[in-house]
T-cell receptor
């Protein structure tokens, strides 16, 4: 069956460093992948989408890569700030209706 | 622009009771869906709809019903609540353009406890 895994439940880093989160998937070849941010007690918020023919996508301090050979996406936050502390979810599209399947998320904590 | 609105925010039910979680969006989106989020399980798709009058099952549909009589509303019904349905429920809608990767917008969630 299709599986999507975010390899760390939690990641702690120091302010100013680059946070790197990993998303791996198996038994699947998605047309695109998305990353979401979720704060405690809130719904997920869309951050970035990257398509299978794109190697890299950037938005301000965020960068996403997509390696379809490795079946892996990396999500980077450069110059991290305490306000970046949240849970980050990756999601893949499945099926003709475009439903998303989500990883379990990585909880990022940025310490001042 | 309210986006996706869910009610109620919090609800406690007794086993066997029924209830409806309401979801409304004001963005004229055709696609809407319901997810549940449990610790250690991530978000799992319950039901979805690609337009008024059209619904389909997701990954974990048992114990839930949906209907889509209008584009704006997509209620989720729990027929006979069970403790296993204690969870946080999120409604979501997707922007136009079909499945080509458009943004999904989530509501703020409904916390349901079944005792």
């Amino acid at each position: 069956s299709q599986k999507i895994e975010q390899n760390s439940e939690a990641l702690n880093i120091q302010e100013g460093k680059t946070a790197t989160l990993t998303c791996n998937y198996t038994n699947y070849s998605p047309a695109y992948l998305q990353w979401y941010r979720q704060d405690p007690g809130r719904g997920p918020v869309f951050l970035l989408l990257i398509r299978e023919n794109e190697k890299e996508k950037r938005k301000e301090r965020l960068k996403v890569t997509f390696d379809t050979t490795l079946k892996q996406s990396l999500f980077h936050i450069t110059a991290s700030q305490p306000a970046d502390s949240a849970t980050y979810l990756c999601a893949l599209v499945r099926g003709s209706q475009g439903n998303l399947i989500f990883g379990k998320g990585t909880k990022l904590s940025v310490k001042p | 622009n309210a986006g996706v609105t869910q009610t109620p925010k919090f609800q406690v039910l007794k086993t066997g009771q029924s209830m409806t979680l309401q979801c409304a969006q004001d963005m004229n989106h055709e696609y809407m869906s319901w997810y549940r989020q449990d610790p250690g399980m991530g978000l799992r798709l319950i039901h979805y709809s690609v337009g008024a009058g059209i619904t389909d099952q997701g990954e974990v549909p048992n114990g839930y019903n949906v209907s889509r009589s209008t584009t704006e509303d997509f209620p989720l019904r729990l027929l006979s609540a069970a403790p296993s349905q204690t969870s946080v429920y999120f409604c979501a809608s997707r922007g136009p353009g079909g499945t080509s990767g458009n943004t999904i917008y989530f509501g703020e969630g409904s916390w349901l406890t079944v005792v």
